[in-house]
């Protein structure tokens, strides 16, 4: 089981289960969705009405995923975990986690408590409809986050926010951080095709200096494979990415043809300090 705290600011005390809500001995209540997942952002956390990804990047992004050959990421994380040599079932959480693939994929080849939180009502309704077993939760990953101290035994976030001191806090002192990143190379053709040149962004220097004062870092491993995308799909991909790009650069976006494409993934492992 997963343990939450109320997100009423000064409050953060621990909530129970009755029925259809969480309650806190201040009584702060939240319901619970006809789908199982709670919403504990609360309204001075939201950035816009709708915060986080739209309805149309999140089913965009859920297409692209299951029409994966394979899935690479999440069977890295779960060799990666596997490694850990838990001995009891660890609790994962996912921060950030959209519409739930990576975790759902990983709790299908590891057991595990799990929970996965996002600031999209639509990625978490989402998440919640395909996986019924985890503890899917609505806030923003930025501010507290709605858990004890030391109530997990891994935090992931895959190409997601980055929150170095909560993510201590909620961690286990000898737990593990995973952090995925896009590699220089992450859909290296898209950026030459629509940008002229593609430029190699390398993100390791960034996420290094981010948690160092937290973390210690472990090791790094790189994901890479390459899926060929028919129109649709391509679509898809460009509906969950370069946003400011494609209001810029809508003729190139719209010309694009099927083609395939890179996706290169690094993963960041880390121990707290
Ligand atoms: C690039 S997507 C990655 C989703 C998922 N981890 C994956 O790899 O498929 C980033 C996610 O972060 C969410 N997000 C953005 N800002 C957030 C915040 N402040 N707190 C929590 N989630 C946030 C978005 O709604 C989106 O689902
Ligand atoms: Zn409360």
């Keep these: 089981m997963i343990n ?28 619970i969705s006809s789908r199982g997942y709670v919403n504990l952002l609360q309204p001075q956390d939201k950035r816009s009405l709708n915060p986080g990804d739209s309805k149309q990047a999140v089913v965009a992004r859920h297409r ?4 994966g050959q394979d899935n690479r990421v999440a069977d890295k994380i779960v060799e990666i975990i596997k490694d850990f ?7 994962i959480l996912d921060v950030g ?6 975790l759902n994929s990983i709790m299908n080849k590891y057991s595990a408590y799990a929970s996965g939180l996002d600031i999209s009502v639509e990625a978490i ?29 891994i935090v992931m976030s895959i190409t997601a926010r980055k929150n170095p001191s909560e993510f201590k806090r909620v961690l286990l002192p000898e737990g593990y951080l995973l952090i995925v990143v896009p590699a220089p190379d992450d859909l ?42 028919n129109k649709d799909l391509l679509n898809d991909l460009l509906l969950t990415t370069y946003r400011g790009a494609r209001h810029r650069e809508k003729e190139k976006f719209d010309k694009l043809e099927e083609m395939t494409i890179t996706f290169s993934r690094q993963i960041f492992c880390f121990r707290p300090k």
Aim: with cysteine; aromatic share 14%; charged share 25%.
């Design 4 to 31: 939450l705290l109320c997100t009423v600011r000064n409050c953060h005390k621990a909530l129970q289960r009755a029925e259809k809500i969480f309650v806190c001995p201040l009584g702060h209540s939240f319901d």
């Design 97 to 102: 986690c959209g519409e739930g693939f990576y």
């Design 188 to 229: 290296i053709e898209l950026r030459e095709s629509i940008m002229e040149k593609g430029v190699l962004r390398d993100r390791s220097e960034n996420t290094l200096e981010l948690f160092n004062r937290d973390f210690v870092f472990l090791n790094l491993s790189t994901v890479k494979y390459q899926q060929h995308l």
């Design 64 to 67: 692209l995923l299951m029409s």
């Design 85 to 91: 040599n838990f001995e009891n079932f660890p609790k």
């Design 125 to 153: 309704d989402l998440a919640s409809r395909y996986y019924k077993n985890a503890t899917w939760i609505v806030t923003n990953a930025d501010r507290f986050l709605p858990y004890p101290d030391k109530e997990f035994n």
